[in-house]
C-alpha cells in the first residue's frame, strides 16, 4: 500500500512541467560471457536460447578423445614416478641397515664402511631426484584434471541462455564466445542524459519508473551516476534500480524515467 501510493504520488507528480522525461533501456546487472579455454570440437549441447539453467547445470560438452590419451599419460607418468621413489627409498634404507651392521664389526676396514657411505649418499641424491620427477608429474596430473573440468562446460550461475553460437559438430578456438547468459532477477534500467541536469540528479534519489509495454509501474532510485567513455556526447549514464517483482520484465524492454524536479 505504502509502495502504492508513493507511486501515485509521483505520477501527479510527473504531470508537472518542471519533471525531467528520460527514456531508457532495462538491462540485466548479472551478464555471464563464456568462452572456451581449449580449442576442441563440439561433442554435445545441452542447452538452446531461451533456456533458463541454474547455477552448475551443464552447457555443453567438448569431445574428450585427445584429452582422455593425454590424462592417461599424465596419469601414468605419476604413478611410475612414484614406484621409482619407492624402489630409491628401499634401497637406502638396504645400504643404511648394512652400514650400521659394518659399524658394528670392531675390526671391519674403514674401506668398506667408507664404500657403503658413498653408495649411501649416491641412492639418496637418486631418491631425491625421482621425488622431484613424483612432484613434476602431480602438476601434469592436476594440470590434466583441471582440463578435464573445462571440457563440460557449466553455468557460472543461474540465468536465461540469450546467446548460443556453437552447435554439435563446430571447431571453437581458445577465447571464442560460445553462450551468453543473463540474470533476469538483476535487473537495471540505463538511462543517457545530458550533461545540462546533472545538477538536478543524485545518487539514491527516488524515479518513477514505467514499463509501456506491459503497463508496468513502479518506483526505482538512481544507484549510480557514471561519465559516458565518449566526451564528445556530454552525456552522463544513469543507472536506476528497481523491484520487477513478478512481473514478466525482460532485458531489452523500453522504459520511461521520471525525475522529480527540485524547482
Known amino acids: 500500500m505504502k509502495i502504492l501510493l508513493t507511486v501515485t504520488f509521483l505520477l501527479i507528480l510527473s504531470l508537472e512541467a518542471s519533471d525531467i522525461r528520460l527514456t531508457g533501456t532495462v538491462i540485466s546487472d548479472g551478464q555471464k560471457m563464456i568462452g572456451s579455454r581449449y580449442m576442441g570440437y563440439i561433442k554435445k549441447v545441452f542447452v538452446k536460447l531461451g533456456d533458463k539453467v541454474e547455477r552448475e547445470d551443464e552447457?555443453?560438452?567438448?569431445?574428450?578423445a585427445e584429452f582422455d590419451i593425454m590424462k592417461s599419460q599424465a596419469d601414468l607418468m605419476l604413478e611410475q614416478s612414484k614406484i621409482v621413489v619407492e624402489f630409491w627409498r628401499k634401497r637406502l634404507q638396504n645400504i643404511n641397515k648394512r652400514k650400521e651392521r659394518l659399524q658394528n664389526k670392531s675390526n671391519m676396514p674403514m674401506m668398506d664402511i667408507d664404500d657403503m657411505e658413498a653408495q649411501a649418499e649416491n641412492v639418496s641424491g637418486m631418491l631425491d631426484s625421482a621425488q622431484v620427477m613424483v612432484e613434476q608429474a602431480s602438476i601434469k596430473a592436476k594440470q590434466?584434471?583441471?582440463i578435464f573440468n573445462y571440457l563440460k562446460m557449466k553455468a557460472p550461475s543461474a540465468g536465461v541462455v540469450v546467446q548460443k553460437n556453437i552447435k554439435v559438430g563446430d571447431m571453437v578456438m581458445p577465447g571464442m564466445l560460445t553462450i551468453m547468459l543473463v540474470d533476469t532477477e538483476s535487473l537495471e534500467i540505463d538511462v543517457s542524459v545530458s550533461e545540462g541536469i546533472i545538477g538536478k540528479i543524485r545518487e539514491k534519489q527516488?524515479?518513477?519508473v514505467e514499463i509501456p509495454s506491459?503497463?508496468?509501474?513502479?518506483?526505482?532510485?538512481?544507484?549510480?551516476?557514471?561519465?559516458?567513455?565518449?566526451?564528445m556526447t556530454h552525456k552522463i549514464k544513469l543507472r536506476i534500480s528497481f523491484d520487477k517483482g513478478d512481473?514478466?520484465?525482460?532485458?531489452?524492454?523500453y522504459a520511461k524515467v521520471t525525475i522529480q524536479s527540485d524547482d
Open 214 to 231: 506491459i503497463n508496468y509501474k513502479t518506483v526505482g532510485m538512481i544507484h549510480a551516476i557514471i561519465p559516458d567513455a565518449n566526451p
Open 206 to 208: 527516488k524515479v518513477l
Open 247 to 253: 512481473s514478466n520484465v525482460f532485458p531489452g524492454m
Open 144 to 146: 590434466m584434471a583441471t
Open 59 to 64: 552447457l555443453y560438452e567438448m569431445e574428450s
